[in-house]
């Protein structure tokens, strides 16, 4: 039995130890934001802001995975700030991918910058080269989104420690799943449930994972006192989506494999990042420490005008950002001012039949180099 097999068999009977009979199996949607609370205000639910039954069957779920007290936010950003703002001072120095998810480091700029926090970037695939030196926190994303670059997550977080900064590191391309970062070290893990864990395009929420807990108390804390609370829908379809995570990655990473390996040997294609290709950059590190190798390939075709044409004649690709849901997408990552080629798509695969898909892909190819 592996350690992931073992919790993701626990995942899907966690409301088990404490049923009572005749109780749902699926937990009921709670839509109140007030609890019947007389006398000294003492009971596990007061106010829809302090807690609610739906955070908790989530957060259970997220704690079996990441073998750590949990704590769930209302998207991936929310948890990355709370983070962010519950550890910094002013005066403290960050280390930030400078090829990671665009949004960190923008938040960084904007509000933690002008707070005194000031930011070192660099390159995922060189971190362990720089020096660590003064850092109260280094933030890093492997593999990192879109490039796929990855970094070793033990070496790193051995350096963070004797550098006495703490090391946070974004698991979204991953989930608990396909990488463990607290088991290799990392102080914090955060994450976006709007991706994979979710998986159904239809719910954002992320999470902080932590065994310190102190730290876990602190962004129990905020959250409660910022405000920055998930409904009670958005928890629920998360925690419907995670009874299945298991299974849709198996099909999504095999498909991944398969579509990668055949996009990497097809004339049409300029080059291709996926970190299983022995041939990709990321295959070493990356098979060391990751469970599965992702659903997003890295696809760069010949320019913007390919590029576009692919994505509009292929009906099993969504056009729209995003990626780790069960619809196969696709978008230009330039388009948004990523570090990318004007070709560089990023495909995120889904759970649709890998021949299917395949053929749809190929011919969307070629009909789009051909035309242009
Ligand atoms: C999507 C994403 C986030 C942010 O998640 P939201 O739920 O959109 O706030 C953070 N980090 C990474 C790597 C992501 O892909």
């Not at 993701?8 to 937990?27: C, D, N, S, T």
């Not at 839509?31 to 739906?54: C, K, M």
């Not at 055949?262 to 049409?268: G, P, V, W, Y």
Request: with cysteine; glycine share 8%.
């Amino acid at each position: 039995m592996t350690e992931k097999n073992r919790r993701a068999a626990a995942l899907l009977h966690h409301r088990a130890v404490a049923l009572k009979r005749g109780e749902p199996i699926a937990p009921p949607i709670v839509q109140s934001s007030v609890f019947h609370l007389p006398g000294e205000p003492e009971a596990d639910y007061q106010y829809g802001r302090f807690g609610h039954p739906n955070w908790d069957a989530v957060e259970a779920q997220l704690a079996i995975m990441d073998d750590a007290p949990c704590v769930a936010f209302p998207s991936g950003m929310a948890a990355i700030a709370s983070v962010l703002y519950t550890n910094l001072t002013s005066g403290d120095r960050i280390i930030l991918p400078s090829d990671g998810y665009f949004t960190t480091n923008a938040f960084a700029q904007e509000f933690l910058s002008p707070m005194g926090v000031t930011t070192t970037l660099h390159p995922t695939a060189t971190l362990h080269q720089l020096s660590f030196d003064g850092a109260a926190l280094v933030f890093l994303e492997t593999p990192s989104n879109p490039g796929l670059d990855v970094c070793d997550i033990a070496a790193i977080a051995e350096k963070a420690k004797s550098a006495g900064a703490c090391l946070v590191v974004d698991n979204t391309m991953m989930t608990a799943f396909g990488q463990r970062p607290l088991d290799l070290g990392a102080d914090i893990v955060v994450s976006a449930a709007t991706k994979a864990p979710g998986g159904h395009s239809d719910a954002l929420l992320g999470h902080v994972a932590s065994r310190d807990d102190e730290l876990i108390t602190r962004i129990r804390d905020w959250r409660r006192l910022a405000g920055a609370i998930p409904g009670a829908m958005d928890a629920w379809l998360v925690h419907r989506g995670l009874e299945t995570l298991d299974v849709r990655l198996e099909r999504m990473c095999s498909t991944a494999a398969v579509i990668a390996s055949r996009l990497h040997d097809h004339d049409a294609v300029i080059s291709v990042r996926y970190p299983r290709l022995k041939s990709d950059p990321s295959y070493s590190v990356g098979k060391n420490q990751m469970d599965n190798f992702g659903s997003i390939i890295g696809l760069t075709l010949k320019n913007k005008t390919v590029a576009e044409a692919f994505l509009s004649a292929c009906p099993s690709i969504a056009q729209t950002t995003s990626f780790g849901s069960v619809h196969s997408s696709g978008e230009r990552r330039a388009r948004w001012g990523d570090a990318v080629p004007d070709g560089f798509v990023r495909l995120s695969i889904g759970c649709e039949p890998v021949e299917e898909l395949w053929t749809a892909i190929e011919k969307a190819l070629v009909g789009a180099v051909n035309g242009n």
